[in-house]
């Protein structure tokens, strides 16, 4: 109920930032376990008062306050900068985990000190048990002796002052055989303590109150170290409610739907859909619901004459945008679709009659005193909300007070809405530059309110037709009908009309919105069955040309198997793979005629891929494969053995086993290339005697022609040395296009002074 309106725009944004905030904390994460049974103020008060011990129940709620807060931190702190508003909160509260580490394992729910508190504790109330036991088995073996039946009044043991005792018959022997603690209400009973039990008893009774001392030690301990850090608790206090309170204007917002508001419209009003929170509570528990409100102020625009019949809904109008804008400067979200406000400093309301018997105050007087004060505290920029302007007195003076207050409020810099019956201040409001009118629907048909506002017209106040509704004789009405003036009917037809063309404009907007969107679905649902059935079409292309490659691979394999001539065989392969990589060639243009994703011809119809720097390609014109060095949207720079050429992007294709010995084609202006075969190509090569340099680019050379001539693995003879010409042999393999692998030579093979290179097949 304290809950008020901030002094700012500015903190009024940092209150619904922090309870947005809230509100997605509570949707993704659920409440944080912040909650306290009582308010620890009066427990905090304490503290401060010397020699005061608190009892173990406030002690549990200071430590639950401590619990609280090691909570708060811990759950916003993993979240780093999602939250920042309520992390920076959180962060705020001091660390009292400490405290709870030391007291909240010892003290139990109920508020007993738990055994646990001190060793000493724990061996006392050890001691206590063990008396208690003994003193009670020697009491019930009495019980149970032959005769006690005799003497006793019941058959059990009880207690009194602290002491166990047995109830014996007054006046019985046994009454005069130890010690009387207390006689019945009756008189028929005494509670004996036997002389028997006498010293046990003092004994426990010795030891329950040292027990009770030892507790006493244990909370003054515990209330010394709260208080050492009151300051700390009183802060955690203070930042625990601010939590709580953004988490519940973040509940509140979750169950009414809200909207975060905008507090800095430059100017003009827009509420869209709004709803009064009481209205739609009330009506929700009926399983009704309510009409939303929708209002515009444009810039340019200050004032709003809400004009109809009684009971249509303008006093409603009035209180829902002052009570949303009074919600959304608390920092609460407000329950709309929409609301932008400009920066305010002051909500100006009068709404109501408050006639006074008593301070001989008519309804008008009422309105014009409290008016009165409003202009004298006027700070702009305001909301000013009147209800009924100018009425209580001749309609003529108070229309002419009406518009001189509503032009003195303009000029003022205030924002004002007001709801008047008034014929002449509809038409001022027509004619005034920066006013515009509204009005809530009537129903003529069934003479009821619709409870909708209508933007940019003067309604009718339907008091005939609402006293007709309401059970007035029919003669009466149709009296007071024929009494009216015909400026009064013409004007009041008028305005009906404008209100059915603008119904049927709205209605007509409607049903052009609901067409737009089942032609927007209609198109929708085309451009989805077009787009589907080319991709079944690209789909299906690239199915067949995958499958007429694979059948020309097939047979040129079952072919060439036949082929018994090496050399024959070798050109007809080199033939089979030049007529394959023209193929494949086609088929990627094809597809990128198609809009179907290829970045250049592969060798393959696989993956898209961009060419950078390091890729292996297969230069198709000279059948060699290579690492590209650089590459732009057109061309590659391509190094091929320790060559180094530049070649169009259409050029390159993606390396495959099949493809590495395609001959040599047509190739680009000012590049040669000689791929010329020797006959016999030796299984190995000797190194020795060069330099590192000569060694790698001889051995670059001899790879080649042993590939392409057919071999499938050669030795390269580097010899021992200071071991820097193998070495670089061996890295040299181990990233050529044309090794697959490569070993140490064997000791037949020459050992570590060869290495053994496997070529792919």
């Known amino acids: 109920m304290a809950l008020a309106p901030l002094p700012s725009a500015a903190e009024a944004g940092e209150a619904l930032a922090e309870t947005a905030e809230a509100r997605e904390l509570l949707e993704t994460e659920g409440r944080p376990a912040i909650g306290m049974d009582a308010d620890p103020a009066p427990y905090l008060a304490k503290l401060g008062i010397a020699e005061v011990v608190l009892p173990p129940a406030e002690i549990l709620a200071l430590v639950r306050l401590c619990s609280a807060a090691v909570a708060g931190r811990r759950a916003l702190a993993r979240h780093g900068d999602r939250w920042p508003l309520l992390e920076r909160l959180a962060s705020a509260l001091p660390d009292l985990e400490s405290l709870v580490t030391l007291i909240e394992p010892h003290i139990l729910p109920s508020g007993e000190i738990a055994d646990t508190a001190s060793p000493e504790l724990r061996r006392l109330r050890r001691r206590s048990a063990e008396l208690t036991a003994r003193v009670r088995e020697i009491l019930e073996g009495m019980l149970r002796k032959a005769g006690a039946e005799s003497f006793l009044s019941d058959q059990f043991v009880t207690e009194r002052g602290g002491r166990f005792v047995l109830p014996v018959r007054s006046g019985s022997s046994a009454a005069r055989k130890g010690i009387v603690h207390g006689v019945s209400s009756s008189g028929a009973t005494v509670f004996l303590e036997p002389m028997e039990t006498v010293e046990m008893n003092n004994e426990l009774v010795e030891a329950r109150d040292k027990e009770a001392a030892e507790v006493e030690r244990i909370l003054a301990d515990w209330t010394s170290r709260l208080s050492s850090r009151s300051e700390e608790l009183e802060a955690a206090s203070r930042l625990l409610a601010r939590l709580d309170f953004a988490l519940a204007r973040g509940q509140l917002a979750r169950q009414h739907r809200a909207v975060r508001p905008l507090l800095d419209c430059p100017a003009g009003l827009r509420v869209t859909n709004a709803r009064h929170p009481a209205l739609e509570e009330a009506s929700s528990r009926r399983g009704g619901s309510v009409v939303p409100l929708t209002l515009h102020l444009d810039p340019g625009e200050a004032t709003l004459v809400i004009s109809g019949p009684n009971a249509g809904g303008k006093t409603v109008a009035l ?291 961009e060419l950078g720097a390091g890729d292996k390609v297969l230069v198709s014109s000279l059948g060699r494969e290579g690492i590209v060095e650089e590459a732009d949207a057109q061309s590659a720079l391509v190094r091929i053995g320790s060559a180094r050429v530049r070649v169009r992007l259409t050029d390159c294709l993606e390396p495959a086993v099949e493809e590495t010995g395609l001959p040599l084609q047509s190739l680009p202006p000012g590049v040669t290339a000689d791929v010329t075969l020797r006959e016999e190509i030796p299984g190995e090569i000797m190194l020795i005697g060069m330099t590192v340099e000569e060694a790698l680019e001889s051995l670059d050379k001899y790879l080649d022609d042993a590939f392409l001539s057919g071999r499938r693995e050669v030795r390269v003879i580097h010899g021992h040395g200071t071991g820097r010409l193998r070495s670089a042999v061996r890295q040299f393999l181990s990233r050529h296009p044309h090794v697959e692998s490569h070993r140490p030579g064997s000791p037949l093979e020459g050992g570590t002074g060869a290495t053994v290179a496997r070529l792919r097949s």
């Open 319 to 609: 209180k829902t945008v002052g009570l949303l804008a009074a919600m959304a400067y608390s920092g609460l979200h407000t329950p709309a679709d929409e609301l932008d406000l400009p920066p305010l400093r002051q909500i100006l309301v009068d709404i109501g009659d408050r006639q006074s018997i008593e301070a001989s105050l008519s309804t008008f007087s009422a309105h014009i005193k409290n008016i009165a004060a409003m202009l004298g505290e006027l700070d702009a920029p305001a909301l000013v909300l009147l209800d009924e302007v100018g009425t209580g007195t001749d309609p003529a003076e108070g229309v002419s007070l009406a518009m001189s207050l509503l032009e003195h409020l303009m000029g003022r810099g205030a924002i004002t809405i007001v709801t008047t019956h008034h014929g002449a201040l509809k038409a001022w409001a027509y004619s005034t530059p920066g006013v515009a009118n509204a009005a809530v629907e009537f129903d003529e048909e069934n003479l009821r309110p619709t409870y909708r506002l209508l933007m940019g017209v003067a309604g009718a106040s339907s008091g005939l037709s609402i006293a007709s509704r309401l059970g007035m004789e029919a003669s009466v009405i149709e009296e007071a009908r024929r009494k009216l003036s015909p400026a009064t009917v013409e004007a009041e037809g008028h305005l009906r009309r404008l209100r059915e063309l603008l119904a049927q404009a709205e209605r007509d907007r409607e049903e052009a919105g609901r067409l737009r969107q089942v032609l927007d679905a209609e198109r929708r649902t085309l451009r989805e069955g077009a787009e589907a059935a080319e991709a079944r079409r690209k789909e299906e292309f690239a199915r067949i040309s995958a499958s007429v490659l694979e059948e020309l691979q097939r047979k040129s394999a079952a072919l060439l198997a036949q082929v018994g001539d090496r050399r024959e065989r070798l050109r007809l392969e080199k033939e089979k793979l030049r007529r394959e990589a023209e193929l494949k060639r086609e088929i990627a243009s094809q597809m990128q005629n198609m809009g179907i994703g290829v970045a250049h011809p592969a060798s393959g119809l696989g993956a898209v891929r």
